[in-house]
């Protein structure tokens, strides 16, 4: 959709890159790494500085103890971090649960080292699993479960009795609880973000994965990290060694000076933009007869697209673009169904200002050929 949207010089809503500007801490640390000579390979589970700052976070905000010396490991992205844990911990033919719907690169990294995804269904508007799917999906050759709080594409945030039953499921079964919390300072109405290895008795068998991608809007510089107990981090430090040597050197060091000069005004802001947004668009699609399904955390809305003319949810995706320049993800991107998603599509409203403001009236001006 991206190029698509490109070749129309479209608005894209499509992909989840956040086009706002990354905070002056991060910057200045990363220039100031360059300029004195800090482009060396790094330690294969990243810079002390780095690893202590994400200890500390860990600790204040997700509640988890990390020791930066074993415990955790600095990776190339959440995606790289998901990836050599995958690696790792899983043999071809494991099965690994997944929530539907889901985020494509989660069950593209699980296909392409042999394991088996099983789909549990949530259902809107809140997204709810049903314990029983979740029962019917655990086999003898379950190793994981894979939690995405706040979810992308639906929004979702569990809740601490969801992550209790889950954690328990683990526990009962013996597999791994695979989290991406890369949109852990994104939550709206309140609600706060819980991480899974806070859960008592939870944290051994948690691999805890997140990034600064989103929240310093650097999704180009590659920077992600997870946190699990020592045995596993070694094994998933030595296969993120093998795939990717480190993360860039020195934009290790500018996230370490975000991480540690950013204050709680930083991240109470960026929700609070994000807040905006997400009520500007909600508001827009309801009036463009695109019903949204109102996210609690993350910065995408699935929307009912089913008044739009096409028979999939990209002959609808593509109708929308054509008719008013805005590019957003067709639904059946998140199922693995193709039919299913027929009638959904997620737009990104991580935008600046202007561009959005200009997609949402764009959006709401689809009454007038819908009626
Ligand atoms: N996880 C989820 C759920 C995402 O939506 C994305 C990006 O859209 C990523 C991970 C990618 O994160 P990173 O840039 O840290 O690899």
Avoid at 54 to 60: E, N, P, Q, T, Y
Avoid at 126 to 146: Q, S
Avoid at 257 to 272: A, V
């Amino acid at each position: 959709m991206s190029v698509e949207c490109e070749k129309v010089g479209g608005i894209n809503l499509s992909q989840g890159v956040c086009d706002v500007p990354a905070p002056e801490p991060v910057l200045l640390g990363a220039a100031e790494a360059l300029k004195t000579g800090k482009n060396s390979y790094t330690r294969h589970d990243g810079v002390t500085e780095l690893r202590r700052a994400i200890a500390r976070k860990l600790s204040d905000f997700n509640g988890i103890q990390a020791d930066p010396e074993s415990e955790i490991v600095v990776a190339s992205g959440s995606t790289g971090a998901f990836y050599c844990a995958c690696l790792a911990l899983l043999e071809p033919g494991d099965e690994v649960i997944i929530f539907e719907p889901y985020y494509g690169y989660h069950v593209q990294t699980l296909l392409a080292v042999g394991a088996v995804p099983r789909y549990v269904r949530m259902q809107p508007p809140d997204w709810e699993f049903k314990e029983a799917d979740i029962e019917a999906a655990v086999t003898p050759r379950t190793r994981g479960i894979l939690i995405n709080t706040p979810a992308n594409p639906c929004g979702k945030v569990f809740s601490e009795a969801e992550l209790k039953y889950l954690a328990s499921l683990a526990q009962r079964h013996d597999f791994w609880l695979f989290t991406d919390e890369i949109y852990e300072y994104i939550t709206y109405d309140g609600l706060r973000h819980l991480s899974p290895a806070a859960i008592p008795g939870a944290a051994e068998r948690t691999i805890t994965i997140s990034g600064l991608s989103k929240t310093f809007s650097i999704t180009g510089w590659r920077i992600g990290y997870l946190a699990c107990e020592q045995r596993a981090a070694e094994m998933i430090g030595y296969m993120s060694d093998l795939v990717y040597v480190c993360p860039p050197a020195p934009l290790q060091y500018g996230t370490a000076r975000g991480i540690m000069e950013l204050g709680s005004d930083y991240y109470d802001e960026l929700r609070e933009d994000l807040r905006a947004k997400r009520d500007a668009i909600c508001t827009a699609l309801d009036e463009g007869g695109m019903a949204p399904y109102k996210p609690a955390g993350a910065y995408y809305v699935l929307a009912d697209i089913s008044r739009l003319p096409g028979d999939s949810s990209k002959e609808k995706a593509m109708w929308l673009l054509e008719k008013s320049g805005v590019a957003c993800v067709p639904g059946e991107a998140f199922f693995h169904e193709a039919t299913d998603g027929k009638n959904l599509a997620r737009f990104c409203y991580a935008k600046p200002n202007e561009a959005l403001h200009e997609a949402c009236s764009r959006l709401a001006g689809l009454k007038k050929i819908l009626r």
